[in-house]
């Protein structure tokens, strides 16, 4: 039975990308157990280290994981901002429409950083990020990262209406 059981983990783990999902499983209840944030414009932050699964060859953390961190930078800003719950109740998804990314100074193996996360401002179709990769060791930004992220059926206006309970007038554009 233990040989059933260690072999279906090492096929789920060969097939899959489970940290992945264990990664999203943490955020989720990570936000989900702290205070709501109630200002949208707020910075919000979320703590990482570089893992050797984080690592390219060079022995420093992967352009692909910066982007990764990100999302899950992301998913927990929305959780404690509310804007999550409001466009699921609007039936609304929320896709990455555009992103670029600064690396000033790459990220070594088992250092701590900081992906500190703020909304800029939303137009009538996307609302758009800053993240901010800030290494824990001597503060330093080592990456700076611009999202569009679109709204798919509803609007970003919408969704802050249903959080406030409150109509906005015209689009918010914030720096």
């Known amino acids: 039975m233990l040989l059933l059981v260690l072999s279906a983990l090492l096929l789920l783990f060969c097939n899959l990308d489970v940290w992945y999902f264990l990664r ?11 205070p709501r944030i109630e200002d949208i414009l707020a910075e919000q932050s ?4 570089v893992l050797p699964h984080d690592l390219d060859y060079l022995g420093h953390m992967n352009n692909s994981r910066y982007l990764r961190e990100c999302d899950f930078a992301r998913f927990h800003h929305y959780m404690r901002n509310g ?25 070594a193996f ?3 950083f900081q992906i500190r996360t703020k909304v800029l401002g939303w137009d009538e179709k996307a609302f758009y990020l800053e993240q ?3 290494s824990k060791r001597d503060d330093f ?4 990262m611009l999202c569009r992220q679109n709204v798919v059926g509803s609007s970003p206006e919408s969704i802050i209406e249903f959080i406030y309970k409150k109509q906005v007038s015209g ?3 914030s720096s």
């Open 83 to 107: 804007l999550f719950m409001a466009s699921r109740k609007l039936g609304a998804k929320m896709v990455v429409g555009a992103s670029t990314i600064r690396y000033r100074r790459s990220l």
């Open 24 to 34: 999203g499983v943490q955020v989720f209840v990570e936000a989900w157990f702290l």
């Open 110 to 112: 088992r250092e701590a």
């Open 141 to 144: 930004v080592s990456a700076v």
């Open 46 to 49: 979320i703590d990482g280290m």
């Open 132 to 134: 901010r990769f800030v």
């Open 171 to 173: 689009f918010k554009h």
